[in-house]
């Protein structure tokens, strides 16, 4: 039997709440999210209403997850994305049959992964796009040097 089987709904609720819990408390997340969210009852909700749907096909979450990160992205960096991971594996562990903890961790990774692919990516692509502008424009204006 698969993991996502184990799980149901009315297990949500007090796993996003103790989740969210540690988050605010954790010293490198807290602040962050205590900033970021002015009413942690209706975030709580939505938070639920999310792992319902990615996990559960509900179909009850009705927000843009990389639109809401992309807001706080200078404060958010790839470290922060593991220690987030590092709680929710911890939070799953503790609250849910092992089976159940290894699909919701599975996809928190790829969450985790295309959230940060669309924060970070784009920008490195960028960078990588004006070293190599710079080198061919370098080139140019000194013909007959060559780099290495």
Known sequence: MDGVSKIREEELTPLVEEFYARVRADPALGPIFNDAIDDWPEHLGKLTAFWSSVMLTSGRYKGQPVPAHLKHKARITPALFERWLALWVQTT????????????????????????????????????????????????????????
């Open 93 to 148: 562990n503790d609250r849910m049959t092992p089976e159940a903890a290894a699909a919701l961790q599975a996809k928190a990774r790829r969450i985790a992964e295309s959230l940060q692919l669309a924060m970070f990516f784009q920008l490195e692509e960028r960078s990588a796009a004006s070293v190599a502008n710079a080198e061919s424009k370098d080139a140019i204006e000194r013909p007959g040097q060559t780099h290495g």
